[in-house]
């Protein structure tokens, strides 16, 4: 894989909380129906679509108690997402196209991707299309403007929050680790016994990284793909995982569960980044607390939604 396309890949899952990393994996699947909400219904491959923007998971295994309760959450994230769409068009909230081809831009620019070809071929690689990741990004887009139409005016993001922010993440540059991902995909169609058979190769590589063995060598032991992400800043690393690489020491390995199969991530070293004036700063962290303020408010709105809408789920 190209240096663009690895860069475009770990940011799909830890820089971005809606469009993430996942691969073609998902395997053959007769699609069923899992849900409906009014007069819309959700269907096992939307869940399985879904499951394409949800962030990599540690220590969840397949077909586990857990891994069924996270797929219930991202069914129950569906059921709002349908919610708040039917309530969008109601309201008339919608996105043109030169408002979307200007999205586009932004997300290229953000994962340092030259052209549409270099994104189309990491899309591929991702097991999305194009079509996918523009459909998802104007959902993001009308469900944000319809938070801010909504409860926007209950959000109230003070300069000395925005400050505090600064002096804790940007002011001295932030820590950077540079990553090492090897990544192990379930084959379509996988059967649990592969499943079993790629957990158990997962353990056995992080056990001989653990012991000294280099990310190169056990990509060429194993028959895996390895990719080198350079160095990435934590403060752009969806927060839960940030946390966890910041608990680990150089050349320590964590091992994560993806919808497609595991991935195991190295922090190779850390470093300090520059550091952003306060006056760069200070637009992307408005817009951070503003969005987490928003978030807030959110589920309470939804509520109201939930509670005068017909859902049936059978999932």
Known sequence: MNRNGSRLLIA?????????LTGAGAGEVVDRIVAEVNDEIITMSELQNMAKGVEARGGVSP???????????????????KLA?????KRGITLTEKEMAQAMEKFMR???????????KAL?????????????????IIQERLLLAMVGQKVVVRDADIRRVYDEMHKEGGTQVHLRIIKLPIPPGGTEAQKSELQ???????????????????????SVEQADMGFISLADINPRLAERLAQLKSKEVAPVQVPEGFQLIQVVERRSGQARSFEEAAPEIKEMLTQRELEKHFDEWI??????????IML
């Not at 891994?67 to 997402?81: K, T, V």
């Not at 769409?85 to 068009?89: G, L, R, S, T």
């Not at 158990?200 to 194993?222: N, T």
């Open 12 to 20: 799909l899952f830890v820089c971005l909380n809606q469009l993430f």
């Open 63 to 81: 077909g586990s108690k857990e891994d069924h309760q996270m797929q219930r959450q991202m069914l129950e994230s569906l059921i709002d997402r």
């Open 85 to 89: 769409k039917v309530e969008a068009k």
């Open 110 to 120: 953000r994962n340092n991707l030259p052209n549409e070809e270099t994104l189309s």
């Open 124 to 140: 591929s690689q991702a097991g999305l299309t194009m079509k996918e990741l523009k459909q998802q990004i104007a959902d993001q």
């Open 200 to 222: 158990q190769k997962a353990e056995a590589i992080v056990k001989e990284a653990q012991h000294g063995a280099s990310f190169s060598d056990l990509a060429k032991k194993f």
């Open 303 to 312: 509520k109201t939604l939930r509670a005068k809408a017909h859902i049936k």
